[in-house]
């Protein structure tokens, strides 16, 4: 593939994330902020993004595993990584959390 097929293929897939809504409009704010003092802006952010969601999930497997389950710790994670997401425009993940926390307040362990 050559350097323009791959462009458009970037924008393709770029596309594709806003309409099925895994991205918002924080996102391009995000892409707004990058510039030529700091080319790698959006990359440093996701991948940072990245290294806590990695952190956050398994702290969230190591509470669901603990009995009894203590949802004040669920929730607490939950709502770091519903921040983190929020920040960067990843509002899937976002939504997800928002409804895992709801089941964390009602202490509802089928959710």
Do not use: W
């Not at 393709?12 to 510039?35: M, P």
């Not at 389950?69 to 519903?82: A, I, S, T, W």
């Not at 976002?94 to 964390?104: G, I, S």
């Amino acid at each position: 593939m050559d350097r323009s097929q791959l462009r458009h293929q970037a924008a393709y897939v770029r596309r594709s994330l806003f309409d099925q809504e895994y991205l918002d409009e924080q996102f391009i704010q995000l892409e707004e902020l990058q510039d030529d003092a700091n080319p790698n802006f959006v990359q440093e952010i996701v991948t940072s993004y990245y290294c806590d969601s990695v952190r956050l999930i398994q702290n969230i497997d190591q509470a669901l595993a603990s009995r009894p389950l203590d949802f004040r710790v669920l929730d607490n994670y939950m709502h770091q990584f519903k921040g983190s997401s929020s920040s960067i425009g990843a509002k899937k993940v976002k939504l997800e959390c928002q409804q895992f926390r709801e089941y964390c307040y009602a202490k509802n362990a089928d959710g």
